[in-house]
């Protein structure tokens, strides 16, 4: 009998193991099963945000734009599931919750870093806990590893993987469709609000006659031209200065001044162009460009800044370049838009010109001295304090091409009319260093040319097609496409700044041992992608004193040239009484990110 029991027992415990064997085994079954993302077509346009939870100007969505779920906790059990999900830029992650108690918080195992979480990307540090029912989404407008854990089962292994991907392919320069013409002067423009590349006039030849009174838009998503049915208003449709400027929350292509081809006269017209109604609106002669009262000069570099256009120097045709600076405002009276700033420290036209931050760049730009030359004329304009600053020289001479802000860089983009040139090299000026790299970190395009539309979402493509050849005569048609590869965006710039606000609440239990995590965020101009996490220790004791070490480090990708560290030191005085738990609650403010300058080449 007592043997009998034992073996009984023996057999019991066997079956038990057995049991708890095959369960965890079916269990991992299920889940190898669905480690495939489900993905579904998504029901509703999709909106993109970044990281900090702002849109996303940058991410339009494809027309592919998925949705991808994640169950919380299914079973009961402290895992999210699929644990890992692999998907694109602009698919969005919807996290759905089979138990109560958990959360989706961004960040390595138990280290917030408040890039998102659950349930509306706010407070992520404190680490809120949701119930069965609840949904969270999150869109995904970059490219990178996105690591997230339950705040409250995260020591229990509870954590996930998203792993977003592309954004563009394929990587760095390739051909793109031809322009339906060729086309010499015209001006590039990237209009954020629907993601597409705008080319507004320029001219099919150098002959009278030829100029291109027209709009083309290029579609990334569907990778194709189309000329719009408008007409601009007039024939002088080459060298304008344009660039996107918004009127009560309504965005446009502004377009300053113009020549016809074959004439020695330039309009001081303003018009503005909608992308979205295909049509077009010329301003009172009140608001003519002052800085052709002449009526014989070319706008010379131009620029975005605060929703103002700045116009840099000019080109009194054939005679000489001019310096004057001037802003325009188009939300201001007729007849009170425009406002004449500093001079340049030299006449400059066709000049490549840029914003970064709060500084308007010069890099490079054409002269006239019995004919065009191009120059390194290189200097900085600050737009607020109204003064000029010098700057390195670029490495080389040039003019007849754009500057463009890219990932807090500026860009100089081939262009020159003396051999060497027309050129095909990208140089690029780095504020912080004060200095330039040659084909760095964008390579140089395929195809030499000047006088070309040119222009970036500031983060991840840039575009250029037509121009003039390397003969420096014949015009083109050809497009070339800049794509960056997937997570090497981001170069933060020198006006990165970390701010850490730890601000503990008073009361805590002096034998509680909380983890805070502050996430100070690095955001950096034009690129927010650059994010610092930090984790700060903390150890209570009776007597009520506690510090907050932070260590900030920024993942920044591929071509980061700068490794902000930041070093976010919290002091707290509790009071006297300490009972319950801490909370630190560090909201990243999110910078807005400039939009890239638009607008171009001509004469
Ligand atoms: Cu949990």
């Given at each position: ?170 990587s760095g320069w390739s051909a793109g469709p031809n322009l339906p013409t060729v086309l ?420």
């Open positions: 009998m007592k043997k009998l029991s034992t073996a009984g027992r023996f057999i019991f415990w066997l079956a038990i193991i057995f049991t708890i064997t095959f369960l965890v085994r079916a269990e991992s079954g299920d889940r190898r099963a669905s480690t495939h993302p489900q993905k579904e077509l998504a029901v509703a346009p999709i909106t993109i945000f970044d990281e900090n939870g702002q849109p996303d100007v940058n991410g339009v969505p494809s027309a592919t734009s998925t949705i991808v779920d994640v169950t919380v906790a299914p079973g009961g059990s402290f895992v999210f599931d699929p644990s890992t999900v692999n998907i694109s830029v602009g698919d969005t992650v919807r996290w759905t919750w089979a138990g109560s108690g958990h959360s989706v918080t961004s960040g390595q195992p138990c280290q917030a870093d408040s890039q998102y979480c659950s349930p509306n990307d706010m407070n992520c540090a404190s680490g809120i806990l949701s119930n069965t029912g609840t949904i969270y989404t999150h869109t995904f407008g970059r490219s990178g590893t996105y690591s997230y854990f339950c705040a409250s089962h995260c020591f229990l292994g509870m954590t996930g993987t998203v792993n977003v991907s592309g954004g563009c392919a394929p010499v002067r015209a001006v590039g423009v990237w209009f954020p609000a629907d993601g597409n590349f705008y080319s507004m006039g320029g001219r099919t030849a150098d002959t009278v006659g030829s100029d291109f009174q027209h709009v083309l838009r290029y579609t990334p998503s569907s990778n194709s031209w189309t000329q719009t049915g408008v007409t601009l208003p007039d024939n002088q449709m080459n060298n304008m200065a344009c660039g996107v400027l918004a009127v009560s929350g309504t965005p446009y292509i502004y377009c300053v001044g113009g020549s016809a081809a074959g004439q020695t006269t330039a309009t001081a017209r303003v018009f503005f162009y909608n992308p979205a109604t295909d049509a077009v609106t010329t301003l009172t002669a009140g608001d003519n460009w002052p800085g052709d009262a002449a009526g014989t000069i070319l706008p010379g570099g131009f620029t975005i800044y605060n929703n103002k256009l700045y116009i840099l120097g000019g080109f009194n045709i054939n005679v000489a370049s001019t310096n004057q600076i001037w802003q325009f405002d188009p939300t201001l009276a007729v007849g009170s838009k425009w406002l004449q700033r500093v001079n340049a420290p030299e006449g400059i036209m066709y000049a490549p010109t840029c914003t970064i931050g709060n500084t308007i760049y010069v890099g490079g730009a054409s002269d006239y001295s019995g004919g065009v030359i191009d120059t390194t004329n290189s200097f900085s304009f600050n737009p607020m304090a109204n003064t000029i600053g010098t700057i390195a020289a670029i490495p080389r001479a040039t003019g007849e091409t754009r500057a463009l802000n890219f990932n807090g860089k500026m860009l100089v983009m081939g262009g020159g009319r003396t051999a060497p040139n027309p050129s095909m090299e990208v140089d690029a000026y780095n504020p912080g260093t004060n200095t330039w790299t040659m084909n760095t970190p964008v390579p140089a395009f395929t195809t030499a040319r000047r006088n070309f539309p040119t222009d970036t979402d500031g983060t991840t493509r840039i575009w250029l097609g037509g121009g003039y050849a390397s003969d420096g005569i014949t015009p083109l048609n050809s497009m070339e496409i800049f794509c960056a590869a997937a997570g090497a965006t981001a170069t933060p710039t020198p006006t990165a700044t970390a701010t850490a606000t730890a601000t503990p609440t008073a009361t805590r239990t002096p034998t509680a041992t909380p983890t805070a995590s502050p996430s100070p965020t690095v955001t950096a101009s034009s690129t927010a992608i650059a994010t610092a996490t930090s984790t700060a220790t903390r150890t209570p004791t009776a007597t009520a004193t506690s510090t907050a070490v932070s260590t900030a480090t920024a993942t920044a990708a591929a071509t980061a040239t700068r490794t902000p560290t930041a070093t976010p030191t919290a002091t707290t005085t509790p009071a006297a009484t300490p009972t319950g738990t801490p909370g630190i609650t560090p909201r990243p403010a999110p910078t807005p990110r400039p939009r890239p300058t638009t607008p171009p080449p001509r004469p």
